[in-house]
């Protein structure tokens, strides 16, 4: 009783509203309740089998625990076997791959051969340059005499160190 009278104390302290609860069991049950459940319960079950004729969907098959080894080593061979490769139609999953792998290829081909090169390189902006514009440097610079330098030769054949040739652009404000 000194155990309750604390938790009542406590719970006051705490402004619950269960310390002015009453401490008696809410719930009565008939004497005998449980023991007659079961057979009550079965006693509802049959009565609505009766009535509309429901079979018990508890009821295992006849044979069934004696034949369930049986199919249970069948689908444990049945799945240790190698699966068959499977086709999709006239062709194998394989073809249709690598049919999208060749399409694939073309159409990256096609694309690298019709579109412009971007790529930047010194040859290319130094082929642009005019000649004359090479030859008037060169001979202003290096005091070289432009008429022995064929004005149709390519700037990779003439014999000018690549620095003097970054110079050349620096100056001009080649970009």
């Known amino acids: 009783m000194e155990k309750l009278s604390e938790i009542v104390s406590e719970l006051k302290e705490m402004n619950s509203s269960l310390a002015d609860a009453p401490r008696s069991m809410p719930f009565d049950v008939p004497q005998g309740y449980f023991e007659e ?5 079965m006693a509802d079950i049959r009565l609505a089998e009766a009535k509309t ?16 080894p049986e199919q249970m080593l069948a689908k444990i061979k049945e799945q240790e076997q190698p ?21 694939i290829i073309i159409t990256l081909g096609s694309l690298m051969m019709f579109l412009p090169d971007r790529t930047t390189s010194a040859e290319r902006e130094l082929s642009s340059i005019p000649g004359v514009e090479i030859n008037d440097y060169l001979q202003r ?18 014999k000018v160190d690549s620095k003097d040739i970054v110079a050349y652009l620096n100056e001009t404000g080649w970009d």
Request: aromatic fraction near 8%; charge should be negative; glycine fraction near 14%.
């Open 37 to 41: 459940l079961g057979g009550s319960v």
């Open 53 to 68: 004729g429901m079979v018990n969907p508890m009821l295992v098959p006849e044979g069934y625990f004696g034949a369930l």
């Open 83 to 103: 699966a068959k490769p499977r086709t999709i139609g006239l062709f194998g999953s394989g073809q249709w791959a690598a049919a999208a792998a060749v399409a």
């Open 141 to 158: 610079r290096y005091d070289i005499d432009v008429k022995q330098i064929d004005p149709s030769a390519e700037v990779s054949n003439l």
